[in-house]
């Protein structure tokens, strides 16, 4: 058995991270001694060790919970966990895409600089218009 100091260390986890897991019901109530320390087994490391594993892969909390409630149903069918993880490939496509367009723009702030003195720098001004910009990236998001 593990105290919550150990199980913290062994997955990279924080105590409080442990903690918030337990109060939100993806980690289970574990169990305790006489004095009510904590205390967890094999069972708990591996299921910490999932969801540690699942964040770092960027799942939402609620992905999470759902791919452990079907990793505790061995019998259901294996094409809702698949579903999941499309969406999560979904989501880190748009991101990926987001990062693209942002290195364009940081690529081509940094090319129009002619970098002579600060009250012509086009990397000040680019930064200064971030309405006009901001508005035109919602533009072309619709």
């Known amino acids: ?10 997955t990279g986890t924080k105590v409080q991270t442990i903690r918030y897991y337990e ?3 993806i980690m289970p109530e574990p169990g305790r001694t006489e004095g009510g320390q904590r205390r967890y087994g094999d069972a708990e490391l591996d299921r910490l060790a999932f969801i540690r594993h699942s964040r770092q892969l960027g799942f939402s909390l609620d992905a999470i919970r759902e791919l452990l409630d079907l990793s505790d149903s061995p019998g259901r069918s294996c094409a809702e966990v698949d579903a999941i993880a499309q969406r999560q490939l979904r989501d880190v496509e748009a ?7 942002l290195r364009a723009e940081l690529h081509r702030m940094i090319a129009e600089c002619g970098s002579n003195r600060v009250a012509d720098c086009r990397i000040l001004q680019v930064l200064r218009d971030h309405g006009e910009c901001l508005s035109d990236h919602a533009k072309a998001e619709t």
Do not use: C, N, Q, V
Not at 1 to 10: D, E, F, P
Not at 95 to 101: G, M, T, V
């Open 1 to 10: 058995m593990l105290a919550i100091g150990t199980l913290a260390k062994r």
């Open 23 to 25: 109060e939100i019901g």
């Open 95 to 101: 991101r990926i895409d987001r990062l693209e367009a």
